[in-house]
């Protein structure tokens, strides 16, 4: 079982950057994808997207189209964290970030219902 802990949420002003963390309680395998998932406020979960994935075991990155940008996954192994950098933060980012991640895969993963664990979520909320 695998639990994944989120943190650096918080408030900024457009134009702000936050870093996200997520460590899991356990050891992260190479065969493993992670991901950052956001659920707008006001949208349902299965309405949310994943904004970013990781594959651990190569380093594989995959960031959404149109945050490409602006957003950058990393990992860092010694650490078994994996962290979400969002920089020029705007307020359409607002949204609950949740960390996931799914194990036996062998590249990143972009679909939401394919990820087996989850977070609890962190909040974001960019200020105009």
């Known amino acids: 079982q695998v639990q994944l802990v989120e943190s650096g949420g918080g408030s900024v002003q457009a134009g702000g950057s936050l870093k996200l963390s997520c460590a899991p309680s356990?050891?992260?395998?190479?065969?493993?994808?992670m991901a950052w998932f956001r659920q707008a406020p006001g949208k349902e979960r299965e309405e949310g997207e994943v904004?970013?994935?990781?594959?651990?075991?190569?380093?594989?990155?995959w960031v959404k189209d149109s945050e490409q940008d602006r957003f950058t996954i990393s990992q860092d192994k010694a650490k078994n964290t994996v962290y979400l950098q969002m920089n020029n933060l705007k307020p359409e980012d607002t949204a609950k970030y949740y960390c996931?991640?799914?194990?036996?895969?062998?590249?990143?993963?972009?679909?939401?219902?394919?990820?087996?664990?989850w977070g609890q979520g962190t909040q974001v909320t960019v200020s105009s």
């Open positions: 904004v970013a994935s990781i594959f651990i075991g190569h380093d594989s990155k």
């Open positions: 996931a991640a799914v194990v036996g895969v062998r590249w990143t993963v972009r679909a939401p219902l394919e990820y087996d664990y």
């Open positions: 356990g050891y992260i395998f190479s065969s493993c994808a």
